[in-house]
């Protein structure tokens, strides 16, 4: 993520308000496009908080693959499973008497019982929807007939347990903690996860598949979930079957045309010309300057002064915004829509320091009376570490270092390195040659003693970077290298801030957003520009405790 500084100058004001965001994208995004409301200073305060709460137990069971809906798919429909026999016993368990005690007519019993139903089954649905109804009748047989297939678990829960205020499960349900033996058939209803999905709209089907892949114990919203997932994999096979036929028809379009006479040496060529204009012609693709100087750099003659801006863009307040200049394809442009769509200036630190460091910056700033910093830093590795050059073997050609990392190269790569030195008679082979250069470019080592090749320690790197010495003590090693190779390059940014120093002579107010270590406020200092003001934020404690100690 980059890092954005944004300056105003005019009077602070003793009330500030305070806006609450989601994320620190969010937070970037509004700064960008809202930062300054009717000239106040606007401090947006990030809060973050970790949701612990586990999902159900039975949520990591769930297959979320296209099985899903095959197997709702293929589900047994709910008239076949009323056809199953079921037993007297368990007809009496779950309906009460038998329906030779019942006052209803014999036909209407016996056609239902010719279809497969148990007589009380069909006693006790006529007893509560009447015998005119035979369709209403026929459906809740056949709701009841999949219920009684759905094996019951084993161990009830307790009345604790159905407490509304103890389980959060029973907030899907009616029930009472105490419930009489005659509200029993109506709460079995109710509990019932199939019924449940029946009565939301859901097929019979989906319903029974989901419960039988899930577990009757699962959550209602797990089986909603479920059968909505099914769902959207059943279109995304729809989708992709259209796809192919698309592709398909293509294909044969093209083969047409190949057998209408046109060769194919001629079609191949067509086609290259044709990549090579929608690559030119895509705006995705961001063209680097080389050399990287943007609009000028010290010891150059090279020098931009004028730009045209979008008028909104014009400041004060003035914004500088860093990014790395190597992103992925798109990256800039997205950057750009949210700055006012301002091209970037890409500037490679190596022409202000010892180090190459390729950025891109975009800013409203003006481009005249820029100036460096005085005395210029080192450009050259001996210039800045002169004890390496008693040491340094006469085959390793580089005068400056790399982009520095976050990271150092490891003891063993070290040891390596030495060990196949001292293998050599005199000079190295190519071979060896190529090897130890190729790693000591990519980690930045230096040489320190005979054979000896060693990563910079932190305080060579603060110097590297413009960083006063042990600008980042106090924290581990591994901290200390994080912080620099994520900062700024002191000099390169004070290169393009120099032209605020004739602007506002008696200070000005910074707002400092995700800038690190404090790049940017040492080079405001550097340049001997007054900071009335500064509020700085930061996700990282360890670069907070570094710039707060700086202060």
């Given at each position: 993520?980059?890092?954005?500084?944004?300056?105003?100058?005019?009077?602070?004001?003793?009330?500030?308000?305070?806006?609450?965001?989601?994320?620190?994208?969010?937070?970037?995004?509004?700064?960008?496009?809202?930062?300054?409301?009717?000239?106040?200073?606007?401090?947006?305060?990030?809060?973050?908080?970790?949701?612990?709460?586990?999902?159900?137990?039975?949520?990591?069971?769930?297959?979320?693959?296209?099985?899903?809906?095959?197997?709702?798919?293929?589900?047994?429909?709910?008239?076949?499973?009323?056809?199953?026999?079921?037993?007297?016993?368990?007809?009496?368990?779950?309906?009460?008497?038998?329906?030779?005690?019942?006052?209803?007519?014999?036909?209407?019993?016996?056609?239902?019982?010719?279809?497969?139903?148990?007589?009380?089954?069909?006693?006790?649905?006529?007893?509560?929807?009447?015998?005119?109804?035979?369709?209403?009748?026929?459906?809740?047989?056949?709701?009841?007939?999949?219920?009684?297939?759905?094996?019951?678990?084993?161990?009830?829960?307790?009345?604790?347990?159905?407490?509304?205020?103890?389980?959060?499960?029973?907030?899907?349900?009616?029930?009472?903690?105490?419930?009489?033996?005659?509200?029993?058939?109506?709460?079995?209803?109710?509990?019932?996860?199939?019924?449940?999905?029946?009565?939301?709209?859901?097929?019979?089907?989906?319903?029974?598949?989901?419960?039988?892949?899930?577990?009757?114990?699962?959550?209602?919203?797990?089986?909603?979930?479920?059968?909505?997932?099914?769902?959207?994999?059943?279109?995304?096979?729809?989708?992709?079957?259209?796809?192919?036929?698309?592709?398909?028809?293509?294909?044969k379009d093209k083969k047409r045309k190949l057998e209408k006479g046109k060769s194919c040496g001629k079609i191949k060529k067509l086609d290259i010309k044709i990549e090579r204009k929608r690559r030119d012609d895509d705006e995705d693709v961001l063209h680097l300057p080389n050399p990287m100087i943007g609009f000028g750099v010290p010891r150059e003659s090279f020098q931009v002064v004028h730009r045209t801006l979008p008028k909104e863009a014009i400041g004060p307040p003035y914004f500088f915004y860093e990014n790395v200049a190597l992103t992925p394809k798109g990256v800039w442009n997205t950057i750009k829509s949210f700055l006012y769509e301002i091209e970037p200036e890409f500037?490679?630190?190596?022409?202000?320091?010892?180090?190459?460091?390729?950025?891109?910056?975009?800013?409203?700033?003006?481009?005249?009376?820029?100036?460096?910093?005085?005395?210029?830093?080192?450009?050259?590795?001996?210039?800045?570490?002169?004890?390496?050059?008693?040491?340094?073997?006469?085959?390793?050609?580089?005068?400056?270092?790399?982009?520095?990392?976050?990271?150092?190269?490891?003891?063993?790569?070290?040891?390596?390195?030495?060990?196949?030195?001292?293998?050599?008679?005199?000079?190295?082979?190519?071979?060896?040659?190529?090897?130890?250069?190729?790693?000591?470019?990519?980690?930045?080592?230096?040489?320190?003693?005979?054979?000896?090749?060693?990563?910079?320690?932190?305080?060579?790197?603060?110097?590297?970077?413009?960083?006063?010495?042990?600008?980042?003590?106090?924290?581990?090693?591994?901290?200390?290298?994080?912080?620099?190779?994520?900062?700024?390059?002191?000099?390169?940014?004070?290169?393009?801030?120099?032209?605020?120093?004739?602007?506002?002579?008696?200070?000005?107010?910074?707002?400092?957003?995700?800038?690190?270590?404090?790049?940017?406020?040492?080079?405001?200092?550097?340049?001997?520009?007054?900071?009335?003001?500064?509020?700085?934020?930061?996700?990282?404690?360890?670069?907070?405790?570094?710039?707060?100690?700086?202060?």
């Amino acid at each position: 993520m980059g890092t954005i500084c944004a300056l105003d100058f005019d009077d602070l004001n003793d009330q500030l308000s305070i806006s609450k965001i989601v994320s620190l994208t969010d937070l970037e995004n509004w700064v960008s496009c809202n930062l300054w409301t009717n000239g106040k200073l606007v401090i947006l305060i990030c809060s973050y908080s970790m949701d612990d709460n586990s999902s159900d137990e039975g949520s990591d069971n769930i297959d979320w693959n296209t099985e899903d809906e095959l197997e709702i798919a293929n589900t047994s429909s709910p008239s076949s499973v009323a056809m199953s026999t079921t037993t007297n016993a368990a007809v009496t368990t779950e309906f009460g008497e038998s329906s030779s005690s019942s006052n209803y007519p014999s036909k209407i019993v016996n056609d239902f019982m010719k279809m497969g139903f148990p007589e009380a089954m069909v006693t006790k649905v006529i007893r509560e929807l009447g015998e005119n109804n035979t369709d209403a009748i026929l459906d809740t047989l056949l709701t009841y007939s999949v219920v009684d297939e759905i094996p019951h678990q084993e161990n009830r829960p307790n009345d604790q347990s159905l407490n509304p205020q103890s389980n959060f499960e029973s907030d899907f349900s009616d029930l009472d903690s105490n419930f009489s033996d005659e509200d029993d058939d109506e709460s079995l209803e109710k509990d019932d996860p199939v019924v449940s999905l029946i009565d939301m709209g859901y097929s019979p089907d989906e319903a029974s598949a989901a419960v039988i892949r899930c577990g009757k114990g699962a959550p209602l919203s797990e089986l909603v979930d479920f059968i909505s997932a099914a769902h959207v994999s059943k279109e995304a096979d729809v989708e992709m079957d259209k796809l192919y036929f698309t592709s398909q028809l293509l294909k044969k379009d093209k083969k047409r045309k190949l057998e209408k006479g046109k060769s194919c040496g001629k079609i191949k060529k067509l086609d290259i010309k044709i990549e090579r204009k929608r690559r030119d012609d895509d705006e995705d693709v961001l063209h680097l300057p080389n050399p990287m100087i943007g609009f000028g750099v010290p010891r150059e003659s090279f020098q931009v002064v004028h730009r045209t801006l979008p008028k909104e863009a014009i400041g004060p307040p003035y914004f500088f915004y860093e990014n790395v200049a190597l992103t992925p394809k798109g990256v800039w442009n997205t950057i750009k829509s949210f700055l006012y769509e301002i091209e970037p200036e890409f500037v490679d630190s190596r022409f202000f320091c010892a180090a190459a460091r390729k950025r891109g910056y975009i800013h409203n700033l003006p481009l005249e009376n820029r100036f460096p910093i005085r005395p210029l830093p080192p450009r050259t590795i001996f210039e800045a570490l002169p004890e390496t050059q008693k040491w340094w073997p006469s085959w390793d050609n580089r005068e400056q270092l790399n982009c520095v990392l976050t990271c150092i190269g490891s003891a063993q790569l070290t040891d390596r390195i030495r060990s196949a030195l001292e293998k050599c008679d005199g000079e190295p082979n190519l071979h060896v040659k190529k090897y130890i250069i190729g790693q000591c470019k990519k980690w930045n080592l230096v040489w320190t003693g005979k054979n000896r090749a060693a990563p910079l320690e932190p305080d060579e790197i603060e110097l590297i970077m413009g960083y006063p010495v042990n600008h980042t003590r106090g924290v581990s090693r591994c901290e200390r290298y994080k912080g620099l190779g994520n900062s700024f390059q002191v000099d390169t940014v004070a290169y393009q801030l120099s032209v605020l120093k004739d602007l506002y002579p008696e200070g000005i107010n910074v707002l400092s957003l995700f800038s690190g270590i404090g790049g940017a406020e040492i080079a405001l200092h550097k340049l001997e520009i007054p900071m009335k003001n500064v509020v700085s934020v930061e996700k990282s404690s360890v670069c907070r405790g570094i710039i707060q100690g700086w202060w």
